[in-house]
Structures are given as structure tokens and as C-alpha cells.
């Protein structure tokens, strides 16, 4: 049987090694086609001797240059391209059916739209392209064919629990809401004092999730959730009163979906990315991905709370701004990326997230998001100002 041909684009992130994982377990299956990273050349280097690639792609153009010399040093027979264009070219390669679309933050927008424009099976992880651009990726999906695979765990989880046949982008039948649980994230519990003097160190540390660092912060700060429920919106084409967030702090069940009848249904396991990762590779099919097997007994209970959207603000304002349309989901997640950033920077404290996201917000509420054009200068736009009150008010609260 012909093998599946693969391109990754972020293959050194968390997500991309996960998939990378689940492939090496199904040579027989998988072909690894092309791999992409910003700049980790030790890693993708690594990679490329393993997989052997016809192509990988470095967005950093100093950092391609040197992967060049290691992979020609080495003898091997990968292509290096640099550059945004050589993330698009590799997400339209002929002989790929799935691209993996792991690329972190706004940055992979384009090689994403890249995928969907040339009709692939899109796996997608980079939420924050769904957010900015939810309407028009669901769009160029239904005019090139192309099938977006939610890899994101609640929305692998929902998409799992839907009507027999569904594919993402058209509104589901029968469905009365969808149900996206959270962890709560490290600071579920903590009061706001401990809120206020949250460092990067305790914010970078998950629960349950082994990730990268930008997602890590957003799980502390809602903002995951919230960004998620954009997702949710955008991928299955409901509106934000159909999407309900409550917490679930042991992260077994991934999702639920409430149908009109009064039927639940959710999907459950470890919180493992391979699960969903495997879920969206083998699709229409399914495959064993090495995680490791849940056993309820061993859980004992499943718990469910509300979330505390006064002390979470972000979840709220990512209501906020689905409500508002246009490109406030743009400018919501553009001011968030700089302000995570700052954070992360020690730039800035972690309780000023939301009031900056907030303060972008109100400037930025109604800009035009019909073409890909409009969003890019409404994130251009949103990221000036969140630089400009971050620098502006560096140690406030
Ligand atoms: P990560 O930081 O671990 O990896 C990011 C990848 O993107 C790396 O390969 C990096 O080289 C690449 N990259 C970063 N900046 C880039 C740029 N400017 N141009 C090109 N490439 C760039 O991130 P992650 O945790 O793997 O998350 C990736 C995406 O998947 C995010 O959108 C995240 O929200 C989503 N996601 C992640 C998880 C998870 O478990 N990690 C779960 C659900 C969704
Ligand atoms: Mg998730």
C-alpha cells in the first residue's frame, strides 16, 4: 500500500515532536515528505538524519544557511528552503496528503492557508490561525476540498463525538451545545495575591499537559479556553451560546457534545497528545498511538466545576470579542501573543495580560476582517498598541 506523504510544518515544537513520534511507530504507514522549524537547526538536523525529508524549512534564514551546511556535511538528500515562502511550498507539496499544522501563534497562518488553498487534509494544532482567520479558512476549505482535522485535544474530542459522516466547517445536526472542558490550569486555586505575583517559572508549569510555553500561559490564564471556544465556533460553525466552558482538573473527558434528545456524548483517555494526533494521521481509520491506557478505577472520581470568570478575565473577553465579530477575534489574539511574550520576558506582570488584551480591545473593536489583507492589518495594528501599553506601563497591575 502506498504510504501516507506528511509534511510537518513546526516539527520541533511539542505538538510536531508528538507527531513525529506517532509516525516513527508506523513506518509502514507514514512517509515523512518535509519538516519545518523557526530555528532549532540541532533539532531539526536531528530529525532530518532520522526521517530523511526530500524538504525542510527554516523561517529563520540564518538558521536555513546552517542547516544547509549540516545536512550537505552529513550527505543527506533534503532540500533546504527559508523563509515564509518555504513554508508555504512545502504545505502544497504534490506528494503530501496531510500537513500537520503546528506552527505556534500567528506566525503560521500562512503556510496553514497555504495547506488548505492547495485541498489537503489539514491537522490543524495552530489554533491561533482558526482565530484570527477561523472564517476564512473554513471558506477556502470548501472551495479547494481541503478537510480540516481539529488535533487540539477538545476539539479532536468533538469532532470524534459527531454525527456519523461529519466533516468540520458546516454546522453539525442535532447538536443543542457543545461542552469544552478546562484543567483550570496551575492556579485554579490560588487567591489573588498569589495571582499577582505569579512568575513565569510557576506559570510554565501544567498539571497535566507537557507543552509548549506560549500555550502553558494561556492554560494559566484562561486564555486557552477562551481561544478555544473560537475555535470551537469557527470549526463547527455555532454560535458563542452554544459553546459552554466548565472545569475538569483531572483532563479525562476531552469534550462533550449535548445533543438535541438529551444524548451526551464524550470522548475520554490520558491526557496525551498522541491520542488526537494518531486520531487525525489515521483518519478515517484508526491506529494504536503508544498512550499509555486510561483505567478509571485507578481515577476513581471525575470532577466538574464552573469557571470563575472574575478572577479568569481572559475567558470572558474572548466571549467578548466572538460577539463583536469582525476582526476583534484577530485583535483579541494578537494583543494576547504580546502580552504573553512581555510576560514571559518578565517585561510585564501576569495579571496585566488581560488588561492589555481589554485595552487593545476597546481601540480595536470594529475593524473589517473580509480578506486575509484586513486580518493582517488588524494584527499588525493590535500588536502595536499591546507593545506601546506594555512599554507604558511596565511594573503596574
Ligand atoms: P512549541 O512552542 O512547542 O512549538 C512551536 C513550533 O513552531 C516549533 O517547531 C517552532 O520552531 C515553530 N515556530 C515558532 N515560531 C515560528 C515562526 N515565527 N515561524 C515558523 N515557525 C515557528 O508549541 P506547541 O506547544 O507545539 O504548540 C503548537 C501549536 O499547537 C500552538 O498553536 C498551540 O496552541 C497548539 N496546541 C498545542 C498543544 C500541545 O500539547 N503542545 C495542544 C493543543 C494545541
Ligand atoms: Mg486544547
Same mark, same amino acid.
Request: aromatic share 6%; net charge negative; with cysteine.
Given at each position: 500500500?502506498?504510504?501516507?506523504?506528511?509534511?510537518?510544518?513546526?516539527?520541533?515544537?511539542?505538538?510536531?515532536?508528538?507527531?513525529?513520534?506517532?509516525?516513527?511507530? $508506523?513506518?509502514?504507514?507514514?512517509?515523512?515528505?518535509?519538516?519545518? &522549524? +523557526?530555528?532549532?537547526?540541532?533539532?531539526?538536523?536531528?530529525?532530518?538524519? +532520522?526521517?530523511?525529508?526530500?524538504?525542510?524549512?527554516?523561517?529563520?534564514?540564518?538558521?536555513?544557511?546552517?542547516?544547509?551546511?549540516?545536512?550537505?556535511?552529513?550527505? !543527506?538528500?533534503?532540500?533546504?528552503? @527559508?523563509?515564509?515562502?518555504?513554508?508555504?511550498?512545502?504545505?502544497?507539496?504534490?506528494?503530501?496528503?496531510?500537513?500537520?499544522?503546528?506552527?505556534?501563534?500567528?506566525?503560521? !497562518?500562512?503556510?496553514?492557508?497555504? &495547506?488548505?488553498? /492547495?485541498?489537503?487534509?489539514?491537522?490543524?494544532?495552530?489554533?491561533? /490561525? =482558526? %482565530?484570527?482567520?477561523?472564517?476564512?479558512?473554513?471558506?477556502?476549505?470548501?472551495?479547494?476540498?481541503?478537510?480540516?482535522?481539529?488535533?487540539?485535544?477538545? $476539539?479532536?474530542?468533538?469532532?470524534?463525538?459527531?454525527?456519523?459522516?461529519?466533516?468540520?466547517?458546516?454546522?453539525?445536526?442535532?447538536?443543542?451545545?457543545?461542552?469544552?472542558?478546562? @484543567?483550570?490550569?496551575?492556579?485554579?486555586?490560588?487567591?489573588?495575591?498569589? !495571582? @499577582?505575583?505569579?512568575?513565569?517559572? *510557576?506559570?510554565?508549569? $501544567?498539571?497535566?499537559?507537557?507543552?509548549?510555553?506560549?500555550?502553558? %500561559?494561556?492554560?494559566?490564564?484562561?486564555?486557552?479556553?477562551?481561544?478555544?471556544?473560537?475555535?470551537?465556533?469557527?470549526?463547527?460553525? =455555532?454560535?458563542?451560546?452554544?459553546?459552554? %466552558?466548565?472545569?475538569?482538573?483531572?483532563?479525562?473527558? $476531552? @469534550?462533550?457534545?449535548?445533543?438535541?434528545?438529551?444524548?451526551?456524548?464524550?470522548?475520554?483517555?490520558?491526557?496525551?497528545?498522541?491520542?488526537?494526533?494518531?486520531?487525525?494521521?489515521?483518519?478515517?481509520?484508526?491506529?494504536?498511538?503508544?498512550?499509555?491506557?486510561?483505567?478509571?478505577?485507578?481515577?476513581?472520581?471525575?470532577?466538574?466545576?464552573?469557571?470563575?470568570?472574575?478572577?479568569?478575565?481572559?475567558?470572558? =473577553?474572548?466571549?467578548?470579542?466572538?460577539?463583536?465579530?469582525? /476582526?476583534?477575534?484577530?485583535?483579541?489574539?494578537?494583543?494576547?501573543?504580546?502580552?504573553?511574550?512581555?510576560?514571559?520576558?518578565?517585561? *510585564?506582570? #501576569?495579571?496585566?495580560?488581560?488588561?492589555?488584551?481589554?485595552?487593545?480591545?476597546?481601540?480595536? #473593536?470594529?475593524?473589517?476582517?473580509?480578506?486575509?489583507?484586513?486580518?493582517?492589518?488588524?494584527?499588525?495594528?493590535?500588536?502595536?498598541?499591546?507593545?506601546? =501599553?506594555?512599554?507604558?506601563?511596565? +511594573?503596574?497591575?
Amino acid at each position: 500500500m502506498k504510504k501516507c506523504g506528511i509534511t510537518i510544518l513546526g516539527s520541533t515544537g511539542s505538538i510536531g515532536q508528538n507527531t513525529l513520534n506517532v509516525i516513527g511507530q $508506523h513506518p509502514d504507514k507514514f512517509e515523512v515528505m518535509a519538516l519545518s &522549524a +523557526y530555528s532549532s537547526v540541532d533539532l531539526l538536523f536531528e530529525q532530518c538524519c +532520522y526521517f530523511k525529508p526530500a524538504f525542510a524549512a527554516m523561517a529563520e534564514p540564518n538558521a536555513a544557511l546552517r542547516l544547509k551546511t549540516r545536512i550537505e556535511t552529513q550527505g !543527506l538528500d533534503t532540500q533546504v528552503l @527559508s523563509g515564509e515562502e518555504g513554508l508555504c511550498f512545502i504545505a502544497e507539496l504534490e506528494s503530501v496528503t496531510k500537513v500537520v499544522a503546528a506552527i505556534v501563534g500567528s506566525a503560521g !497562518l500562512l503556510s496553514t492557508l497555504s &495547506a488548505v488553498e /492547495a485541498g489537503k487534509q489539514v491537522l490543524i494544532a495552530n489554533k491561533e /490561525a =482558526l %482565530v484570527m482567520a477561523g472564517d476564512l479558512l473554513v471558506s477556502r476549505a470548501k472551495e479547494s476540498g481541503a478537510i480540516l482535522l481539529p488535533v487540539d485535544s477538545e $476539539h479532536n474530542a468533538l469532532f470524534q463525538c459527531m454525527p456519523d459522516a461529519y466533516i468540520t466547517g458546516r454546522r453539525p445536526d442535532g447538536v443543542r451545545r457543545l461542552i469544552l472542558t478546562a @484543567s483550570g490550569g496551575p492556579f485554579l486555586h490560588a487567591n489573588d495575591q498569589t !495571582l @499577582s505575583e505569579v512568575t513565569p517559572e *510557576m506559570a510554565c508549569q $501544567h498539571p497535566n499537559w507537557k507543552m509548549g510555553k506560549k500555550i502553558t %500561559v494561556d492554560c494559566a490564564t484562561l486564555m486557552n479556553k477562551g481561544l478555544e471556544v473560537i475555535e470551537a465556533c469557527k470549526l463547527f460553525q =455555532l454560535s458563542s451560546e452554544e459553546v459552554e %466552558v466548565i472545569v475538569h482538573p483531572q483532563s479525562i473527558i $476531552h @469534550s462533550l457534545v449535548e445533543y438535541v434528545d438529551g444524548s451526551f456524548l464524550a470522548q475520554l483517555g490520558t491526557p496525551d497528545m498522541r491520542i488526537p494526533i494518531t486520531h487525525c494521521l489515521a483518519w478515517p481509520s484508526r491506529l494504536p498511538s503508544g498512550a499509555k491506557r486510561l483505567s478509571l478505577t485507578e481515577i476513581g472520581q471525575l470532577t466538574f466545576l464552573t469557571p470563575d470568570t472574575e478572577k479568569f478575565r481572559c475567558l470572558p =473577553l474572548a466571549y467578548e470579542a466572538l460577539s463583536l465579530g469582525n /476582526a476583534a477575534t484577530a485583535v483579541l489574539n494578537a494583543s494576547n501573543e504580546v502580552a504573553v511574550q512581555s510576560f514571559l520576558n518578565k517585561e *510585564m506582570r #501576569f495579571s496585566r495580560i488581560p488588561t492589555i488584551i481589554e485595552e487593545v480591545l476597546q481601540k480595536f #473593536f470594529d475593524l473589517s476582517a473580509s480578506t486575509l489583507q484586513e486580518i493582517l492589518v488588524a494584527d499588525k495594528l493590535a500588536r502595536e498598541q499591546a507593545l506601546k =501599553l506594555v512599554q507604558a506601563g511596565c +511594573y503596574s497591575v
